[in-house]
Structures are given as C-alpha cells and as structure tokens.
C-alpha cells in the first residue's frame, strides 16, 4: 500500500479499543500496539511525521501493510496485545532479550539414584518440581544450601556405575560431600539422604530434623561415636537452613520495586525483589534509549511478568505507565491472587523505589562509559576523515624479511572492538623479491574477489580500509578496487619515528594528523598493533617452519613426504638428531634412516 492509502485506511478504523498489527514488505509482524480507539491511535503514524522520533520515522516507512483486531474492551485489548508481542516479538517493540521464566528444581524419587537438578521449565514427566523461588541466581542458591546441609554430590559422576572407581574427588575432602562413589555407601542410605531433601523442599524441617535426632540417639548407644558427630552436625545444618527460610514454598519476593534511569545512550529497567524488608535479588534489562520511558517501562513490565509465569504482591513503580490498573487485573487473572500496582510518594515504599532506580542508574552508567567512549570515537573519527562513522574497519599490512615467506594479514574491527573471527591472514604468491607495492595489491585483489564472489567470510563489507604504509600504499589499494570494480573509503597510515600511526593520509596525499585527538590516536595504534602483530606471527611461523624442512635438504632418501612423517613423530630437528637409528627405522626405510642418523652424527657418535 501507498502512504496515502495507509493514511486513508487509518482514518476509516472505528473507534473502538483493539490492537493494531503492523507489517513490512514480507508480511512480517514489524510492531504491535493496542489502542483505546483505534481511529486516533493508528492515524497518528500517517501525519506529521516530520514530529515523529528517528526510530516511529524508520518504523513508519517500513510499514507496507496493517491489520487490526477490534476488542471487546481496553482489558481485551491489552491482553491480545501481550500475546501477539510474544508470539512475534516484533522488530520496532521494546523487547526483553531474555524472556525465560523462573526455573525450578527437578527430583525424581523414581530413578534408582535420584539427582537433584535446576530446569528452566516443568515438564509433565511425573517427576517432582519445587518452586519457583525467584530468580536462577536464588534458586541455584536454594540448590546449594540442600546440597550443602545434607552433603550430596555436586559432580559428574554417574550412580551406580562410578561406585567404587577411583578415590572420591575434593568436595569430599573439604567437607562438602558425604563421598557416595565410595564403595561402603549403600543405594538405601542415598535414596533415604534424596528422601531428606525433597522433606526439606516441601518445608518439613521438622520431620528431617526427627528423624536426624533419632538417628544420632541410635549411632550414640550402639557407641559409634564418629557417625553420632556428623549427624548432629548435619542436624545443625538443618535447623540453620529453616531459620534462613531459604527454601520454603513461600521464598518467593512479597514486592517487586520497579527501577528505571537513563544516561546519554542507554537506559536500564531494573528489578528488586523484597521479602519482607529484606532484599533477595535483582533483574535488569540494558536497552537503548526510548522515545518514551513511560511506554518502554509499561511493555517491559507486561513481557517481565508474562514470562515469568507469576507476579509479587505489590509491585511499586517510580512513575505512571500506561494500563497499569488493568495490567493489574491481568495479573490477577494469570495467576489467580491479586497484585497491587502502586506509585509510593513518601515513606518507605518510595525510598526503596528510589534505592531501584539508583541500581538502575548503575547499571546503564557502567555499560555506557565504555560503548558511550567508543562510539564517539567512532563518530569523530569519521568526522575527521569526512565520512559516516565507520562500524566494520579492515586494515592491511605486509611482512617479509628480505622477499622470503612474504604474508599480508587483514585485521577487522567491528564497533570499535577487534572482531578476531573476521581475521584472515594470506601467503602471497609469485613474488620473490621484497615489493611491498605488488604485494598489497595481490591481497587487496584477493580479499575483495572472494567478496564479490559472496564466499564465506569474505560477505561483509568494510566502511574503512586502512592500510599500513603512505600515500603511495594506499593508491595501490584504490587501483586494486578500481580493477574490482569497487571502491572504499582507503586511507594510508603514515608512521612517526617510533613506528606508531601519527597520521592517516588520503589517496590524493592529504594528511590528516590524529596524534591531537588521543582517543582516535589510541584506536588506531591498537589497530595497528594488531594488524602488525598478526602479520609477524604468520611470518615466523612459516619461516620456522620452512628452516625446519630446509635442514633436512640434501638426505638421502628424504623426500617431501618423509620430511614431514619426521616433524609429526619427533616435533623439532633437535629431537630427530637425537633419535636412534632403531627409533627412526620404525618410521623410515633402513638406509634412509641410516642416512638420517649419519647426517646428524657425523662421525658416528653414539
């Protein structure tokens, strides 16, 4: 469809609650919304669209096509627009990158030797599932405390089948396991231990501790006074873990407070939970910065407590959202026990708002030093070089010594940062003599003939070429692409006298000087540190291991072939000089062995 009849398409919607479903080209699902009435809400993307933020701007010219659904009611709607966000998870929603729910803790008594594990989801297995407890940090932190108190195993081993094969491992030894892979343990005494925690995860502390007491009354009187110790100190345990009430079902947060803070370009949406005045644990979620905050803190709070499965008493936020109050009722209708939604003014409640979206401050501060640093390096950089800041920037550099073993490396930095997958390093072919002219453009040839032809890892490409050397380097560059047919923003970089980048120096010979700018001077002497360290590992590594095979020239008998059956078996020259003529016949024919050994003793030595 045409804008106009996107337009006129939005003006004939009814002004009834629904949701609205836009699509691009493909018919992809690029953005959902709900609306009050969906007349007003829709139209507003066809007109004045010069007030829309950069991002509605990018949505909006994407959009080919929409669909809406019209809804009974705003709770209608609202909960139909939950469910398409997270059956399509649309490109232009603010999205949770993680949207998993709680996880739980798995026993199944079945199995002979029952394990106790952490899943991310229930599964109708006939096992047990205990929780969920909050988050994975917490429950593994429940996991832990049962493990720890009844001291069962936290390793690989496999029961019955390592029973009894090699020595218990550490934990044992510190205390932390009761060693049933020794042999004297029996499968009752394991399954009675699992019975003890799966007690424990039900909340019967009482019950575990009983049966404890009983058995260290019994170790005492038939006087073995060693298993009497660690029983008390296991009862001891017990009583400890319920006084935390780390595990009980209710270990669940009461309240959920509600962070969020921006900086220049990022924004965190935080979450702390409470159990009764006391702090459990935090979520958070990185995002960039939104066109409304109050919109971005509403959709992540739905997708926050859909994923999760289940919701606080009270969750307090730091500000009005939209749809708070039948969010509420929604929350009240998944899970079947009410959620109050508040925005604390005073007290208590708003120091621990307060308290959240510091943590959340935190948070987006500590991630946007470094990528806010980088990406306006990045930005000046281009500005300096009168381009568009580079993302993907390959650089180029040749090593040789005295023409022998001549390779090019080609380093990439995406986003400022080395990307190490995307290095490639090329032996360069035809070229005897030291030309450090022919030997840039064979690789520049050769890297960008593999990307016209679309090979793997060769696709992308570069915003920024930078290739070691002066002007002259750099129009051997631009002539290699022109023969492509290509052409990249190709800048030389002049070297001062201590060989660190001063200036980078355009094709037509224009020097632009970075040393004034230490953060560009920084990003690009890492570059070409980088670049040039690759290089020389290539070189000596090929050098080393052409000396190799050229010590072993002029044997008789000692072809290409055997020269490389000597280095796989004996790794080094050293080695094979020390070998015995026995040794090397295992490998060799009789009288090329003797011809090896011959070489390096040449006077028989033993």
């Known amino acids: 469809m045409t804008f106009d009849q996107l ?32 007349k007003n809400r829709v139209s507003q993307y066809f007109v004045d669209t010069v007030s829309h933020s950069p991002k509605t701007r990018i949505m909006v010219s994407k959009i080919d096509h929409f669909d809406v659904i019209i809804a009974a009611s705003e709770f209608e709607a609202l909960v139909l627009e939950c469910s398409l966000i997270k059956r399509h998870m649309p490109k232009y929603n603010i999205l ?5 729910g709680y996880p739980y803790l798995r026993l199944d008594m079945r199995e002979a030797y029952p394990k106790l594990s952490l899943v991310s989801k229930l599964a109708n297995d006939g096992a047990s599932y205990f929780g969920p407890y909050g988050s994975r940090s917490v429950t593994q932190s429940v996991l832990e405390a049962i493990r720890s108190t009844l001291k069962l195993p936290n ?13 218990p491992c550490l934990n044992y030894h510190m205390n932390q396991c009761a060693g049933w892979c020794m042999p004297d343990r029996t499968q009752e005494q394991y399954r009675c231990m699992m019975e003890q925690a799966r007690q424990l995860l039900l909340g019967n502390y009482k019950q575990v501790a009983d049966e404890i007491r009983t058995q260290m009354l019994e170790a005492s009187d038939d006087l073995e006074f060693e298993r009497a110790a660690a029983l008390r100190d296991r009862l001891n345990a017990v009583e400890q873990l319920r006084q935390k009430q780390n595990v009980t079902a209710g270990a669940l947060a009461d309240t959920d407070v509600i962070g969020y803070a921006e900086t220049e370009s990022k924004a965190c949406f935080a979450v702390l939970h409470f159990r009764g005045g006391d702090l459990l644990d935090k979520d958070y979620e990185i995002l960039s910065v939104p066109d409304d905050k109050e919109a971005a803190v509403s959709s992540l709070l739905k997708q926050y407590y859909i994923s999760r499965g289940l919701a606080p008493k009270r969750i307090l936020l730091p500000f009005k959202v939209e749809d708070s109050e039948l969010f509420a009722q929604f929350l009240q209708q998944q899970f079947g026990s009410a959620t109050r939604i508040l925005i604390p003014q005073r007290g208590e409640n708003r120091r621990l708002v307060e ?31 009168n381009m568009a800041p580079p993302a993907r920037i390959e650089s180029f550099d040749i090593s040789n010594i005295s023409g022998t073993d001549i390779v090019a490396s080609m380093v990439v930095f995406q986003d400022g940062k080395p990307k190490s997958s995307d290095y490639k390093r090329f032996k360069l072919e035809g070229l005897t003599d030291q030309d450090d002219y022919a030997s840039m453009r064979q690789v520049i040839l050769r890297r960008f ?134 040794e090397l016949m295992r490998i060799l024919p009789a009288d090329a062995a003797t011809a090896v050994y011959q070489h390096f003793h040449p006077e028989g030595d033993a």
């Open 7 to 38: 337009k006129e398409k939005a003006r004939s919607l009814p002004m009834q609650p629904g949701v609205y479903i836009m699509r691009d080209k493909s018919d992809k699902v690029i953005y959902v919304g709900k609306a009050k009435k969906l």
């Open 96 to 100: 949770l990158k993680d949207d998993k």
């Open 155 to 167: 390793c690989s081993r496999e029961f019955p089948r390592d029973i009894g094969k090699g020595r």
């Open 355 to 385: 308290l959240s979206v510091k943590n959340a401050f935190e948070e987006a501060n500590r991630v946007t030093g470094k990528e806010e640093r980088v990406s306006a390096t990045l930005a000046l950089l281009g500005k300096m070089l």
């Open 449 to 582: 003939a593999h990307y016209k032809a679309g090979d793997r890892g060769f696709e992308s490409a570069p915003d920024l070429l930078l290739i070691d050397g002066g002007i002259n380097h750099a129009n051997v560059a631009v002539d290699a692409l022109r023969e492509l047919d290509l052409s990249f923003p190709v800048f030389g970089m002049v070297k001062d006298d201590r060989h660190r980048t001063r200036a980078l120096v355009t094709p037509e010979g224009e020097e632009i000087a970075i040393t004034n700018q230490l953060a560009v001077f920084a990003l690009i002497g890492n570059i070409q540190e980088h670049t040039h360290n690759f290089a020389i590992r290539y070189h000596r590594h090929l050098r080393s291991k052409r000396l190799q095979y050229s010590q072993l020239d002029g044997i008789v008998g000692i072809g290409a072939k055997r020269k490389q059956m000597l280095l796989k078996t004996f790794k080094s020259l050293a080695n094979i000089g020390k070998a015995s003529i026995e």
